[in-house]
């Protein structure tokens, strides 16, 4: 088993920036046969939907609300990803979570919340 652990989130003022981290831990053959990693995002009331991929190779992803101002990392010697987050806006306010997927497996973590205040 893989545990995926965000950190990073909090109170922003719209235009700030925030940088969002997710460490893997757990099982070494599950970490080994992660491919992608990635952030999701959930506001009140919404489905969670897609924010930005990358797999192990480096090769990105990104909704096009956040192309231009997120850009997702991949540190794969730490197993860790980031998520740095510029020109936020209060659309932007929602719960981020971490995804990592691998082998047929499909890994979350909690969620770390992000709120942009205008």
């Known amino acids: 088993q893989v545990q995926l652990v965000e950190s990073g989130g909090g109170l922003v003022q719209a235009g700030g920036s925030l940088r969002l981290s997710c460490a893997a831990s757990g099982s070494i053959f599950g970490i080994i046969n992660i491919n992608a990693m990635g952030w999701y995002r959930q506001a009140p009331g919404n489905q969670r939907e897609l924010v930005a991929t990358?797999?192990?190779?480096?090769?990105?992803n990104y909704a096009d609300s956040v192309k231009g101002r997120f850009t997702i990392a991949r540190d794969n010697a730490k197993n860790t990803v980031y998520l740095q987050m510029n020109s936020l806006k209060p659309d932007d306010t929602a719960v981020y979570y971490c995804n990592a997927k691998g082998d047929g497996m499909d890994y979350w973590g909690k969620g770390t919340l992000v709120t942009v205040s205008s």
């Open positions: 990358i797999t192990r190779s480096g090769t990105t």
